[in-house]
């Protein structure tokens, strides 16, 4: 075996930038990875803080790397180790930024404890139509920051020639409050399917990545009007800005058209309750966006700012995420400007009861689940299959009634079927429809995208039947 080419951190060091190349090390290995900077899922931005010093402190604040296929990847781009003398580890300190995170329920599922990403259990996920806020699904990209309501403002800024305002509170308490019932879902919901299928890159959310509460705020169209903004007739687009941010100052940042934001029936809201409480911090206090029937991202939590720009966001999470592609785009193929942003959601659903692997009884069986569509489009029928979709029975629809055009909630389902006779397992499946005959695809392979977003086949358990 050959001997490996020894460096010292003073070398290492000095390739920081494109121009001099990109190294990286983690424990006594040293790494080039300037072909990899544009393609890390985190952003460029992020990986390039390490550029020139060892990973540790920055993995350490992200536990997504703690997993072989990373370790793999940036094996790759090994080019050598560092001298013995130099073997010592960094003396480079970081104080926790997540020391302040709120406490969490027990019962949620934690995909990832920094930053926090959890979701509840499906057998509590359709208890209630309302999903209580303790267990409400949590993606967080960031630490969650600690805001005082009484010094709390939120900027909007004019337009040309009109001054921002700079809104507390109770500011916000003087617009008329308007109250919606939302199901929220994360583009990333069900991805855990997708890697099934092939490996993709990000959390691997099972079937709960969506929650559904009812939301009480300000409308943002009454806002913008009030800070002297009008709909316009050449592309406009409304930016949020969250006042989390990540080592280097970036915020969280999303989009979404003007057009949606000024439109009064569209019901955008600057929330500053969730089923009548003050939002919890983990989902936005002391104010959030909320997009009726738009994907999770663009509803910001932590609301700083909001501005009308000519373009969508600048932000990573705008640009270089949260964007579908063909199942023959890979990290060397992928060109994000290619593609749109993710607004409007596809028509989901999922068997939430029984649970994949379960056993039960013979005689009759009972399965429960959710169903949703964006964009407002109400679910008008989930079908149900127990043979692995060669016949179909229609479930019964739980939940409240839907407004045409403004289907902004989930509808939860329910089958009481019988167990054919003689049947040792199950092969149960879903599929909802909505009203504007929109289905999902019956297998996860047409659909598979590197990220792993928009995971919305047909959803399957397999189960055992007790003889
Ligand atoms: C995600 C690799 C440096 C922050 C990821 C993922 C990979 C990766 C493969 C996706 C993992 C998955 O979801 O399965 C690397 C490599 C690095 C590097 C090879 C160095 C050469 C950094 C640094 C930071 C960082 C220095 C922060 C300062 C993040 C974040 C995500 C991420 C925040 C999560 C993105 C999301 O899912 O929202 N990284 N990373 N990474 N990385 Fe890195
Ligand atoms: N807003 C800020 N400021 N920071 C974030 O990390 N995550 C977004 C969105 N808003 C996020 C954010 C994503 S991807 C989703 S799916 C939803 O918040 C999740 O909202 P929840 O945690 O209240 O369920
Ligand atoms: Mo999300």
Not at 256 to 273: G, H, S, T
């Amino acid at each position: 075996e050959k001997s490996p080419h020894i460096y010292t951190r003073e070398e290492v060091r000095s390739h920081s930038s494109p121009e001099t190349r990109i190294w990286v090390t983690l424990g006594c290995e040293v790494f080039d990875v300037t072909e990899f900077v544009d393609l890390h899922p985190g952003g460029a931005s992020k990986l390039m803080l390490a550029a020139g010093g060892p990973l540790e402190p920055f993995w350490a604040l992200y536990a997504v790397h703690d997993q072989p296929h990373v370790r793999e990847l940036l094996a790759q781009y090994k080019v050598g180790e560092l001298s013995p003398e130099d073997k010592a580890p960094s003396t480079l300190q970081t104080s926790d930024p997540y020391a302040d995170d709120p406490i969490r329920h027990p019962a949620l599922k934690v995909n990832s404890q920094r930053p926090f990403n959890a979701e509840p259990p499906p057998e509590l996920l359709t208890e209630n139509y309302i999903t209580p806020n303790p267990i409400f699904f949590t993606r967080n990209h960031l630490p969650v920051p600690n805001l005082d309501p009484e010094t709390y403002r939120l900027h909007v800024v004019g337009p040309p020639g009109c001054q921002s305002l700079f809104l507390s509170l109770d500011d916000l308490y003087q617009f008329p409050k308007h109250e919606i019932t939302v199901t929220l879902q994360c583009a990333g919901n069900r991805r855990s399917e997708m890697t099934r299928f092939k490996e993709v890159k990000g959390l691997a959310w099972n079937t709960g990545a969506i929650s559904t509460a009812c939301w009480a705020g300000a409308r943002l169209c009454d806002v913008l009007a009030k800070a002297g903004h009008r709909l316009c007739e050449t592309e406009a687009h409304v930016c949020f800005e969250g006042l989390d941010s990540d080592p280097t100052g970036t915020a969280y940042g999303a989009s979404i058209p003007l057009a949606r934001a000024m439109d009064p029936e569209a019901e955008v809201l600057l929330a500053y309750e969730m089923n009548g409480q003050p939002l919890p911090r983990d989902h936005g206090f002391p104010v959030r966006v909320v997009v009726p029937g738009v994907v999770g991202a663009r509803h910001v939590k932590w609301l700083g700012k909001v501005s009308v720009e000519p373009e969508e966001s600048y932000s990573h999470w705008q640009r270089r995420d949260y964007k579908g592609f063909s199942p023959s785009v890979d990290w060397d193929t992928v060109d994000f400007d290619s593609a749109p942003s993710i607004q409007e959601l596809p028509v989901q659903s999922a068997i939430t009861e029984p649970k994949d692997g379960e056993t039960v009884q013979s005689g009759e069986v009972t399965i429960k689940g959710y169903a949703w569509s964006g964009g407002g489009r109400a679910v008008v029928r989930v079908d149900v299959s127990l043979d692995g979709g060669l016949t179909w029975q229609v479930a019964e629809l739980d939940g409240e009634e839907q407004r045409p055009r403004k289907a902004w909630a989930w509808r939860l389902w329910q089958l009481q079927a019988p167990v054919p006779a003689g049947k040792k397992e199950l092969n149960i499946v879903c599929k909802a429809v909505d009203d504007s005959y929109n289905v999902q695809p019956d297998t996860v392979a047409p659909i598979w995208n590197l990220r792993g977003v928009l995971s919305n086949a047909w959803h399957r358990v397999h189960v055992r039947v007790t003889p």
